[in-house]
């Protein structure tokens, strides 16, 4: 067996032979070992209390001392042969500021605790203050504004906001839990006045506490310009502002869920208005009916395609935006499929609070990135496209034609970094398991709730900064090393070849695929393209008999345009006429070469994705995609060869007839009769190898310089937040300064805790004031001893490459150094030439 099934038959042998012992345990706790009083050795009726101390069992006396304050315990009383649950009187719950108000009174409250238990109490009010106002000084909930007779404990509410933003549980599996978590003969001690909390809770109860808890935890009603937990620090004074868009179709709304009472709560923070958003699409999309022509299988973008497929949904989707931290920007609903108008509304959204001197791009990552920007290019968007740069998230780009993957490939893109452009895809992880609450509440409660979520996301983004930001910087750093030892080494296969060299392979690989050179047609003169039509019209006469031939159509067309073309050239050619033959000649031999240029790319393409497979496993994800664009291009080489061979005699340079084995190899001699004028497309592997590790060293340089001026915009956030908040002390009352002390405590404590995260990468030449915890008397040395324990996970080189410091999953970086080992030789056109072959990839 191996050391993990020992330690396993182990452990699950010490639970067998304990397990007895621990139930005859309990079973002895049940009974009264003791016949006196714990406390005062009194023999009389005794009593235990199940939250507090369940062990001593004590007289009415002693138990009426230990619980002379207002609580909301559970008593048991010994008789004769068990515990049986016991109601004893508890004193009425007092306010000192209502001693010596002549209109107090007391009033019978239904309390709700924290274990979901409900309690009759009698509590004290005064008709100078209303009755839930009181219940928020007690630290209860009221369940209605004016005169509640129920009441929720603070740290229940708490404990079912965190429980639905964390584990996605509705209020009424939330509610049964409650039930469940309860013992039966617990249940039974008291009767419940409130049969069912459900009905209190799902008025309106749940959405105020949530949102009264946002206003706790971001109070930036007390001060002006103060975060509402919408702004990411990293992105506070960095000049590279790079964007992630994406849409969630689990996040729909049935239209039987109700209309809209009023604006959301959050209604300014994360999502758009979308009244706003629906006439610019109703406008934008009104002389844009003709559909944006895909590169792949996707089908976002497409006003005709688009998944529109029900009238029983009033909102389709969820479109949205992240920063490259994963932190949550801007939001708005869908009522149709994913157009390209939602992300043009979004992209100037994005300019309309770019500085106007800066003059640096912004960058927008999107999984038909492609079909945007040749969107915008169609529709003369040039004030745009001058301040955007594109590029398509790297698992993404693997469901892209191999053009795509090399203007847009995030490898590709310089300015980004490493930044993969799939954080949505993990937001989505998070935010799609609200679909099954979601889409049943109104539309002001559905964008209260998918907020609440994304301000609990970003505060988790938020909080791990201080590790996230020098994860990457590791990471980028062992990239850059490591891939310039590998490029080094692979250059001496090509000797004379120097960094500078591979720089112009990468521009003319771009160039190759530009949409002004991949894009070209097969050019012809009037005359050559007049002898190709009169060849065909020459073997109709010769293979159609006479009497079908003056009745078809294509003939009498074919006729009837050659006598034009006859007419305006003023020539006539015969079939045995020398210069026929001579610009028939030409025409074929032009064709020839336009149809090898096409399999030339191809075939590159091919070779392209082949050398990308060799990095995965048989069955992943990634494997899968490049599979089957390894099956489009197949497709495409099998239609051009045929297309080839249909050309016919003459041929002065190049084969008759061609098949794929006489096309496969990049260093066949077929392709050096081929003169191109840009040999990009015939990049041969290693080539290609050093490409893509010097797009690799350039990006990790480019991460560095990113992820610097992040952690100086991060530390520059928290002092202007550190700022504002000392700059409102002067002006607030008592209760608000005490809740921006708080806020400044916990500020100051996080600015230590990133200077010592970042000082192996900047230079912070200022301080930390610690304002705030000279106010309560607390001693900086001893926050820094505690901030100095504060340590970073150990990096692991050997592992770097399967654990992201900053993403939950980076099998998608397409340039890992350590990769699979492959066997080319297993590896050849005839693996994908049978699709039921390609799902084995």
Not at 429 to 443: A, C, D, N, Q, V
Not at 570 to 585: E, G, P, T
Not at 774 to 780: E, F, H, P, T
Request: proline letters at 3%; one cysteine or more.
């Amino acid at each position: 067996k191996s050391q993990y099934e020992k330690k396993k038959d182990g452990s699950l042998q010490d639970w067998k032979n304990i397990s007895n012992q621990l139930y005859e345990c309990f079973l002895s706790t049940e009974c009264l070992n003791y016949c006196n009083c714990h406390d005062c050795e009194e023999s009389s009726q005794l009593y235990r209390c199940i939250d507090c101390c369940p062990w001593e069992a004590v007289c009415g006396n002693c138990l009426q001392k230990r619980h002379q304050f207002p609580h909301l315990h559970i008593f048991e009383a010994w008789r004769n042969e068990a515990y049986v649950g016991a109601v004893l009187d508890t004193p009425p719950w007092t306010l000192r500021s209502h001693t010596h108000c002549s209109t107090k009174y007391l009033k019978n409250i239904v309390i709700v605790d924290e274990k979901g238990r409900q309690h009759v109490r009698s509590l004290q009010f005064c008709k100078c203050e209303g009755e839930a106002i009181t219940l928020i000084r007690y630290r209860l909930w009221p369940s209605s504004t004016k005169f509640p007779r129920i009441a929720f404990h603070f740290d229940l509410l708490k404990w079912l906001n965190g429980l639905l933003i964390e584990c996605h549980l509705s209020v009424k599996g939330f509610c049964e839990a409650l039930k469940a978590r309860s013992s039966k003969h617990h249940r039974s001690y008291f009767d419940y006045p409130i049969k069912d909390i459900y009905k209190v809770l799902i008025s309106e109860t749940v959405t105020e506490f949530r949102h009264f808890l946002h206003r706790i935890e971001q109070p930036s009603n007390l001060c002006e310009n103060l975060d509402d937990g919408t702004e990411c620090p990293a992105c506070f004074s960095t000049s590279t502002k790079i964007y992630s868009f994406d849409a969630d179709f689990q996040l729909v709304r049935k239209s039987s869920a109700g209309k809209q009472w009023e604006q959301p709560k959050h209604h300014d923070c994360f999502f758009l208005d979308q009244a706003k958003v629906d006439k610019f699409m109703e406008d934008y999309c009104a002389d844009k009916k003709k559909p944006d022509v895909d590169c792949s299988d996707f089908q976002a973008g497409n006003n005709v395609r688009s998944k529109n497929k029900t009238t029983k949904l009033s909102e389709t989707a969820v479109f949205g935006s992240t920063c490259r931290h994963e932190y949550p920007k801007y939001f708005f609903s869908l009522k149709h499929g994913e157009r390209l108008g939602y992300s043009v509304y979004l992209l100037n959204k994005l300019l309309e609070e770019k500085p106007v001197d800066d003059s640096n791009p912004i960058y927008v990552m999107y999984d038909i990135a492609c079909n945007l920007h040749s969107h915008l290019k169609k529709h003369a968007a040039s004030s745009v496209l001058d301040k955007v740069k594109f590029s398509i998230p790297i698992f993404h780009s693997y469901g892209h034609k191999m053009s795509c993957q090399v203007l847009y490939g995030p490898r590709r893109t310089s300015g980004i970094g490493l930044t993969d452009g799939e954080s949505l895809e993990r937001l989505w992880s998070y935010l799609g398991k609200f679909s099954r609450i979601t889409k049943e509440m109104t539309p002001e409660n559905r964008i209260d709730l998918l907020t609440d979520a994304l301000l609990h996301y970003g505060s988790r983004i938020r909080n791990k900064l201080s590790q996230s930001l020098p994860g990457r910087m590791k990471k980028a750093i062992f990239l850059e090393n490591t891939s310039s030892t590998t490029l080094q080494e692979l250059l001496k296969q090509l000797p004379g070849v120097s960094d500078e060299m591979v720089n112009k392979w990468i521009e003319d690989e771009k160039l190759m695929f530009s949409s002004t050179t991949n894009n070209q047609k097969l050019e012809l003169t009037p005359k050559e393209d007049y002898c190709l039509k009169l060849e065909e019209l020459y073997k109709m006469r010769e293979t159609l008999p006479p009497g079908q031939l003056k009745e078809d159509i294509t003939y009498k067309r074919l006729n009837k345009t050659i006598q034009k073309i006859e007419s305006g050239l003023k020539v006539s050619y015969a079939k045995s006429d020398i210069l026929f033959k001579r610009h028939l000649s030409s025409a074929k031999e032009k064709n020839r070469l336009y149809i090898l240029k096409k399999l030339q790319r191809l075939t590159s393409e091919r070779h392209f994705l082949l050398d990308l497979i060799k990095k995965y496993a048989r069955g992943q994800a990634i494997a899968i995609r490049l599979s089957k664009q390894v099956q489009k291009v197949v497709a495409k080489i099998k239609q051009s060869l045929a297309e080839y061979n249909l050309v016919g005699e003459p041929s002065m340079s190049f084969p008759l007839k061609l098949d794929f084995e006489d096309i496969k190899n990049q260093e066949n001699e077929i392709w050096r009769k081929v003169e191109v004028t840009d040999r990009a497309d015939n990049l041969s592997a290693v080539k290609r190898q050093a490409i893509q590790l010097k797009s690799m060293i350039d990006r990790a340089k480019e991460e560095q310089c990113l992820v610097k001026a992040e952690m100086v915009s991060t530390i520059k956030w928290y002092r202007h937040q550190h700022s504002l908040l000392i700059a409102s002390m002067n002006n607030s009352t008592e209760g608000r300064k005490a809740c921006l002390v708080k806020e400044g405590l916990f500020i100051e404590a996080k600015l230590l805790e990133f200077i010592k995260s970042f000082d192996e990468y900047i230079i912070v030449e200022e301080s930390v004031q610690t304002i705030f915890f000279s106010i309560v008397g607390l001693d900086k040395d001893v926050v820094e001893i505690h901030v100095n324990d504060f340590d970073l996970p150990d990096f692991d080189e050997n592992v770097l490459i399967n654990v992201d410091f900053v993403d939950d999953d980076d099998d998608d970086d397409e340039d890992d150094i350590n990769v699979l080992d492959f066997n080319e030789e297993n590896l050849n056109f005839e693996d994908f030439e049978d699709d039921s072959d390609l799902h084995d990839i």
